[in-house]
């Protein structure tokens, strides 16, 4: 039988709101507050966005970190408690996500290299639909997608934005990525592809000084691209930790299940 991890040195990061901050102070008056460098985990208290700063951050270091919810939105935080915080990080349960590697060329040709964590996508700067060519693998899979933009999500990414332009829920586990169109309008049936998570993706923008497009990682932008490549990078391994029965997992399956 394993024995439990007992996590001694902890950091805590907050968000900046009141009630982020509140919880830093009572934390770190029964725990401490370690130096990230040589903190065992680190204990992100805010909502989603700052998890996936704190993700960010830590991301080469191979910290697990574990997030508890003091923010608006709390999909990837455990509920928040004060109390026997080094026994519910001893039971925590691990998910290891790889990030999505953006390099991203704009109009001037220079190339931008950023990591997103739920997914990158490019999007119309003006009123002008983008006009977009996909390929896989260097492979021509769409000669012309017109719409608003295009999105490339993780599975822990998949119940983001991605959910919100109708885009699939992966498990976590799964070994895919998902294409999703962002408001389609021609083909205007194709709701998008799943992938294998070694996919190379390259998205070519047609007629960027008429219709210009800017492409995202997570909340890195680069304005007036005109070829953007996405694939997963597997030399960089996240571990994130949630509570026993509340693991990410289950949160993404739980999710297809809402309504």
Known sequence: MTTPKRYERIAFVASPSAEAQAALAQLTA?????DPDLAEVVVALGGDGLMLQ?????????KPIYGMHRGTVGFLMNEFSTHDLHGRLAAAQESVIHPL????????GVVHIHHAINEVYLFRQT???A????????????PELIADGVLVATPAGSTAYNLSVQGPILPINAALLALT???AFRPRRWRGALLPNTAYVIIEVLEGDKRPVAAVADHDEVRNVLRVEVLSDKTISMRMLFDAGHSLEERILSEQFGY
Do not use: F, K, V, W
């Open 127 to 129: 009123a002008q639909t």
């Open 30 to 34: 029964l725990y401490g507050n370690a």
């Open 181 to 183: 169109p962002i408001s």
């Open 54 to 62: 704190t993700l960010h951050d830590h991301m080469r270091s191979g």
């Open 131 to 142: 006009r977009l060519r996909i390929l896989i693998d260097e492979r021509e899979r769409m």
């Open 101 to 108: 590697l953006m390099r991203a060329t704009d109009a001037s």
